[in-house]
């Protein structure tokens, strides 16, 4: 009985810090978006964004939504998101929204989204507020949802 003990608790060691990693990994990928990103709205001539936690708390349920399959990929309920959004931001004026789909790093997404003019569009918008949301499927497959805001102030 002690042995199986023993191999249950290595089991779990050894398993912990891999799923702590993930966790780690998907919030550094959304902070090197936004790095990335900004540093391409700085070299356009164009206001940098700031995190909003009220827009980082729904891009990351769309995500996951889209990652359980509970919705199709795609931006499904847009407009329920930025309605919630709206009623914790100060003067919100317009909003959207860039989503993608197994793409391996920041990098790779947001050139992704440079190269196609709808995502674009959104990227060169007149925002000032983001939030970022990147979460991983069963089988290790990334979903990323970036939304955008104009508005005065950020949450409330």
């Given at each position: 009985?002690?042995?199986?003990?023993?191999?249950?608790?290595?089991?779990?060691?050894?398993?912990?810090?891999?799923?702590?990693?993930?966790?780690?990994?998907?919030?550094?990928?959304?902070?090197?978006?936004?790095?990335?990103i900004n540093h391409y709205r700085q070299a356009h001539g164009l206001g940098t964004l700031r995190m909003?936690?009220?827009?980082?708390?729904?891009?990351?349920?769309?995500?996951?939504?889209?990652?359980?399959?509970?919705?199709?990929?795609?931006?499904?309920?847009?407009?329920?998101?930025?309605?919630?959004?709206?009623?914790?931001?100060?003067?919100?004026?317009?909003?959207?929204?860039?989503?993608?789909?197994?793409?391996?790093?920041?990098?790779?997404?947001?050139?992704?989204?440079?190269?196609?003019?709808?995502?674009?569009?959104?990227?060169?918008?007149?925002?000032?507020?983001?939030?970022?949301?990147?979460?991983?499927?069963?089988?290790?497959?990334?979903y990323y949802t970036q939304m955008f805001l104009r508005a005065d102030d950020q949450a409330k």
């Open positions: 009985m002690n042995l199986r003990c023993c191999v249950i608790l290595m089991i779990t060691f050894i398993t912990l810090p891999f799923s702590l990693q993930a966790a780690e990994s998907e919030a550094a990928i959304e902070q090197e978006i936004l790095l990335q909003n936690p009220v827009m980082t708390r729904e891009a990351r349920q769309h995500s996951l939504d889209m990652a359980n399959h509970k919705i199709p990929f795609g931006h499904q309920y847009f407009s329920d998101r930025i309605k919630r959004i709206y009623k914790q931001v100060t003067l919100p004026m317009g909003g959207a929204e860039n989503v993608a789909y197994n793409y391996k790093t920041a990098s790779i997404v947001v050139n992704g989204w440079l190269k196609s003019p709808g995502h674009k569009r959104n990227i060169d918008g007149k925002y000032n507020l983001t939030g970022i949301g990147v979460v991983r499927d069963k089988q290790g497959k990334l």
